[in-house]
């Protein structure tokens, strides 16, 4: 049976919980965790042509966590009936190592905090309403210089249950949206861009807006090429930042006194960056795309500051990896599905802007300098070796004004240096998926980076 949104989705999730508790209950564990998550994905391609194509994945899976006489296990099975309970159970004692400490949080520590109420999938037939609306909005603020070759809708719901030997922790159900539209240049159909959209809430969906975003950076690659290399000013667009600060993400986790980076990167007066960067990892945020009334070990989500003013102030730790580097509990666990043990990882980090600079303004006061906009390769970096290489392509500027596009960029070079060199940030924050989690970023400043123009 597929699993089905609504309150009939929790419940199901609630009686896999108590099925779980009965067979843990009969074990030696003395204090126990019950994780239940399940969800369903539908993903819709539209192309100019063929029909619609419609995938739809339905996951469902327990996870259990015990602890026993200074021994920890852990364990999952795929679906929520009673043959997965037992698989579950089974697997986290068969799984049992000795541990130094009691990895689950202390009662006392659990608890949720209020968030908006949960978001819920648009009706049948919005996506291909608002695909026909975004394909027109293309084509007109491209003056049908771009072509639209597909677009796919990703629409997920999912709810998610955590149960211990105290009573339930949490339940929670959310939906999400988001959109990747796949364009070429009519003139040049070997040049492909994507771009990549969360939808927040589809009841006031712009797409004649989000179109015009869209052909902004498309139609910019139009213009002749230009290859340069030296020292110059560099502006990243949104996506690229976030990528840029995903890939940095790991310096705010914990980690062993040897394999800290924080050391290495900061100077003398502490910083770690310019005081134009500030950085929090707030998943209790209503505009989040992955909000939750708590995070995936059970603790009260919080706003974390990770960076003030260019200067290093927490790290995130879950009640495990306090515990391991010697760290306060201070929540940040993330959980993406049953199968994962809860460990400390970014869930919604974002730049505050404060306010932030007006991008067109960012752009008009450059000067000579290169727009990076589209990444080309994963972002390279070694935080232990203070290093970083970007591959991306771009437009050259002067005051505002396009001198050329350059179809690939390189800039390496020491991260510290990149980092303390961010003159200012834009005001244009916008969320974008990136391997290490959910970032919003805005339009970055960098002063003064090497080009390699190819």
């Given at each position: 049976m597929a699993w089905a949104p609504g309150a009939?989705?929790?419940?199901?999730?609630?009686?896999?919980?108590?099925?779980?508790?009965?067979l843990v209950v009969h074990t030696d564990a003395t204090r126990w965790e019950v994780f239940a998550k399940a969800s369903t994905t539908r993903e819709l391609i539209?192309?100019?042509?063929?029909?619609?194509?419609v995938s739809v994945v339905h996951e469902t899976g327990v996870a259990v966590r015990t602890v026993c006489r200074g021994e920890a296990g852990f364990g999952a099975a795929s679906g929520i009936d009673s043959d997965a309970a037992r698989v579950a159970v089974g697997a986290a004692q068969a799984s049992r190592t000795l541990m130094p400490f009691?990895?689950?949080p202390p009662s006392r520590l659990l608890g949720t905090t209020d968030t908006t109420v949960s978001r819920t999938l648009p009706p049948s037939g919005w996506a291909a309403h608002a695909a026909e609306k975004l394909t027109h909005g293309i084509v007109e603020a491209a003056d049908r210089r771009l072509l639209v070759r597909r677009i796919v809708f990703h629409e997920g719901e999912y709810g998610r249950l955590l149960a211990t030997g105290e009573g339930f922790v949490a339940t929670h159900q959310d939906a999400t949206i988001s959109v990747l539209v796949e364009m070429a240049h009519r003139d040049r159909q070997d040049m492909t861009c994507y771009e990549w959209i969360w939808v927040p809430d589809p009841n006031?969906?712009?797409?004649?807006?989000?179109a015009r975003q869209m052909c902004d950076r498309a139609l910019l690659m139009r213009n002749s090429i230009t290859t340069r290399s030296g020292l110059f000013d560099v502006l990243f667009h949104p996506e690229i930042s976030a990528h840029l600060l995903?890939?940095?993400?790991?310096?705010f986790l914990p980690c062993s006194e040897d394999k800290d980076p924080i050391p290495k990167l900061v100077d003398?007066?502490?910083?770690?960056?310019?005081?134009a960067l500030t950085l929090v990892d707030d998943a209790s945020m209503s505009d989040c795309p992955s909000n939750a009334p708590c995070d995936g070990e059970g603790l009260p989500l919080r706003r974390h500051l990770l960076l003030e003013n260019g200067v290093p102030r927490h790290r995130l730790t879950s009640r495990l990896e306090a515990q391991l580097f010697d760290e306060p509990t201070r929540g940040g666990a993330r959980r993406l599905s049953y199968r994962d043990y809860p460990r400390a990882g970014i869930s919604a980090?974002?730049?505050?802007?404060?306010p932030g600079i007006p991008a067109a303004e960012l752009l008009r006061g450059a000067g000579r300098?290169?727009?990076a906009l589209r990444l080309m390769a994963p972002v390279s970096m070694n935080l232990l070796k203070d290093e970083f290489r970007l591959l991306t392509s771009g437009v050259w500027l002067d005051k505002g004004v396009v001198e050329g596009f350059q179809p690939v960029v390189e800039l390496r070079g020491a991260l510290s240096h990149l980092l303390h060199r961010i003159d200012a940030v834009g005001a244009d924050l916008g969320w974008h998926q990136t391997p290490a989690g959910f970032v919003a970023a805005p339009t970055t400043f960098v002063r003064c980076l090497k080009v390699v123009g190819r």
């Open positions: 009939q989705a929790i419940e199901r999730l609630r009686r896999a919980a108590v099925a779980t508790r009965d539209f192309e100019p042509t063929p029909p619609v194509q009691d990895p689950l006031i969906f712009d797409a004649d807006r989000i995903g890939a940095l993400a790991p310096a003398r007066n502490g910083q770690l960056a310019a005081q980090l974002r730049v505050v802007p404060d300098s290169l727009y």
